[in-house]
Each structure stands twice: as structure tokens, then as C-alpha cells.
């Protein structure tokens, strides 16, 4: 299909770029459209087609596969008018956590930038930012840090400040009150035609303000804080993809209560670049930065990133642990029910 069809255009408002043109000639579905992934049920999944949205089913082939928002796929009609994904384009980039049980859970695909969004009420938690910008590295998506509620709040810039000496230098910060314009103007930079954008965070952290102080009108659905309270209520029950004035587009989510990495404990450390960089410098190779000589992470990043990271490693491993605890009981059952079928057979031998 040429990359300037009809289909392809309309696509442009909700992430269609030369990079998924070109992924999509290299998988080349015959015969098929495009479409961006905006929502995932259990029997369908919810399409975005640049002038609407129709829900379709997958293919039983790729029901083994696991689908996230911002996916783009190839669709086809069959004989009577169902609509059906023939096939999922390969990922730029995602966003996965873990789950309490160890599997990896997507959170979003495809995306360019993750605004990881914190008030700075209650929801205020710079180890909640190192997980985030974590999850970020990990997927290959560019991290932004909004701090929402710079209005309540008088400490504001000192906060903003403390995140800036605690994380890599190159991250971008920013104190906003997401519903005003000024936030907007703040953010265009890390928007533009083309990009894809995610905001994550706690429930009640303003995702939704802001979704609608970029859209320029009230689109999601926003919670009114209660008084005495710094909890928003839970408005926002699934993602959605939205179409911004300036050419980007961008995926609102509901709170995510806990973050922990899909990562294994060695793994980790490389998601806090400002400790990996400077650990290629220790004297050991498997320094942990704690009381080894000729350590070159101490002393250089935060004390207390550096904690989290070491609690981060811990979950990890324990993770690990149940991982291979469950595989080890799943062989045992095995070895159990093999030896009561020789049993058996024998038996009937005799
Ligand atoms: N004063 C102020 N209130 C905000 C700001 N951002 C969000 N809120 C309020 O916080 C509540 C929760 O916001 P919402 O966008 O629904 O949070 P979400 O759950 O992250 O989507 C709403 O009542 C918003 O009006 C802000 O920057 N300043
Ligand atoms: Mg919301
Ligand atoms: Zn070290």
C-alpha cells in the first residue's frame, strides 16, 4: 500500500510517522489496512482509523500474541463484513511492568515520550520518579517528570529543584498547573506532528487535566478533589487515544497503583543510566555500591536513588525466586503424575 493512501493520511492525527510507513512495508499484510490499536477487551480490540473507531476481532493464529494501546496493525473485512487483525507491525518501543504473579503486563506500545505525572500534594514521591523513569529507559521511550499542582503548592520550584539534583542530568522537569494554558506551552516541546505521548501516574495525579489542557477542551472526564483530602477521584477507566491540536497524539490511562519493572535483578541497574554509566568506573565489576572500595557510584549519585535502586533489585530477585519456584512445582507435578502412569501401566501389565 502506498504510504500516502486515504487510510494512511487520516492515520496522521494518531501517530502515523515515515517510521511506522516503513515498518509497515517491510511486513507488507496484502490486501490489508492500517489501524492503531486504542483499547484491548477480552474478545476484541478497540481501532483507531484516523476518521473512527471500530472494534474487531484477532485472528485465532495471533490470540497467543499480546496486544497493548498504540499498536499499530493490519486489518482485513471477511466475507460477511466482520472485521478481523491479520497482523500486529513490530514495536518501536514499550512500556511493560510486572504484575503481582510476575507476568509482564503492557502498558502502552508505540509511544515517544511518557509524561510521568506526580502532584505535588500527597502524591508527592521522588522513588516513585526513579521507578518511572526506570520503566521508561527500559522501553526505549524518552521520560518527562510534570509536576502538577505547582499552584497548591509553595515548595514547588524546591522540589522541582531536589528532582533535578537527584536524577540524570538530562531529564526534563517541569512545575505546571495542568489546567492552565502555561502548561501547555511547557510541554509542546516533547509534543509536534508524528510523536506519541503516554501519561502515567497515580489516580488523582491530573493525567486527565492535562489531556485536556493539551486537547484544548474538555474531552476526559476529570475528579474533583474532595475537601480535606489530596486524593482525585478515579475517573479515567481505560486508555484512550487522543488527537492533539499540534499534530501529536496522546494515550490518557487510569492510575497505576503499584510500579514494579518486568526486569531481572542483574538487569535493573542498567535502567538508572546515571549509575550504570558511572559503575563501568568501579573498581569491581560486580560492585553494588555499597561499602566496596574504589566504588565510583557512591557519593556521586543520591543517596536515596541509590537505596531505591538496591530495593528495586531486591523485587526483582524475589520475582526471580517465584518465577522459579512455580517452574520447579510445575516439574514436580510432572515427575508425579510420570511415575503414577508407569505405575498404572505396569499394573496392567501384570
Ligand atoms: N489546583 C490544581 N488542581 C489540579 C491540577 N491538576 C489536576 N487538578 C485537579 O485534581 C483532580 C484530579 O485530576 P484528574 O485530571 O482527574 O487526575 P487523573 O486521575 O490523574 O486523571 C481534579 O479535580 C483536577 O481539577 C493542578 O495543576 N492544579
Ligand atoms: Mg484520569
Ligand atoms: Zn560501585
Known amino acids: 500500500m502506498a504510504t ?53 476481532r484477532v485472528l485465532p493464529a495471533l490470540l497467543g500474541e499480546s496486544f497493548a494501546t498504540g499498536d499499530w496493525v493490519a486489518v482485513e473485512h471477511d466475507e460477511m463484513g466482520a472485521l478481523w487483525v491479520v ?14 504473579s510476575g507476568a509482564r503486563q503492557l502498558l502502552a506500545a508505540n509511544v515517544d515520550v511518557l509524561f510521568v505525572v506526580m502532584g505535588l500534594d500527597g502524591d508527592w514521591s521522588p522513588r516513585r520518579v526513579d521507578r518511572y523513569l526506570a520503566l521508561a529507559r527500559q522501553g526505549g521511550v524518552e521520560a518527562v517528570v510534570v509536576l502538577t499542582k505547582a499552584d497548591l503548592c509553595e515548595e514547588a520550584a524546591a522540589r522541582a529543584a531536589e528532582l533535578e539534583r537527584r536524577l540524570p542530568p538530562e531529564t526534563a522537569i517541569h512545575a505546571v498547573d495542568g489546567r492552565g494554558r502555561s502548561a501547555a506551552a511547557a510541554l509542546a516541546r516533547h509534543l509536534g506532528p508524528g510523536r506519541t505521548a503516554v501519561l502515567l501516574g497515580s489516580s488523582g495525579a491530573g493525567k486527565s487535566t492535562l489531556a485536556n489542557t493539551l486537547l484544548g477542551a474538555e474531552v476526559q472526564r476529570t475528579g474533583a478533589v474532595r475537601e480535606g483530602d489530596d486524593t482525585g477521584k478515579h475517573t479515567t477507566t481505560s486508555r484512550v487515544l487522543l488527537a492533539l491540536p499540534d499534530g501529536a497524539c496522546l494515550i490518557d490511562t487510569p492510575g497505576l497503583r503499584g510500579l514494579q519493572l518486568s526486569a531481572g535483578e542483574e538487569e535493573v541497574q542498567e535502567f538508572f543510566v546515571d549509575v550504570s554509566e558511572l559503575a563501568a568506573r568501579c573498581h569491581f565489576r560486580d560492585c553494588r555500591h555499597e561499602s566496596e572500595p574504589g ?11 541509590l537505596d531505591n535502586l538496591h530495593k528495586m533489585q531486591r523485587e526483582a530477585a524475589r520475582l526471580e525466586e517465584d518465577a522459579q519456584a512455580r517452574k520447579e512445582r510445575r516439574g514436580g507435578d510432572k515427575a508425579i503424575s510420570k511415575a503414577l502412569r508407569a505405575w498404572v501401566k505396569q499394573k496392567r501389565a501384570t
Do not use: I, K, Y
Open 4 to 56: 500516502d493512501s486515504p487510510d494512511t493520511v487520516a492515520l496522521t492525527r494518531f501517530g502515523w510517522n515515515a517510521d511506522v510507513a516503513r515498518a509497515w512495508e517491510r511486513q507488507r499484510p496484502l490486501g490489508a489496512r492500517p489501524a492503531r490499536l486504542t483499547a484491548v477487551h477480552r474478545a476484541t480490540v478497540e481501532l483507531e482509523f484516523g476518521h473512527g473507531r471500530e472494534a474487531a
Open 87 to 100: 497482523a500486529r507491525l513490530e514495536r518501536r518501543t514499550e512500556l511493560a511492568r510486572a504484575t503481582a
Open 295 to 305: 566504588c565510583a557510584v557512591r557519593g556521586h549519585v543520591d543517596s536515596d536513588r
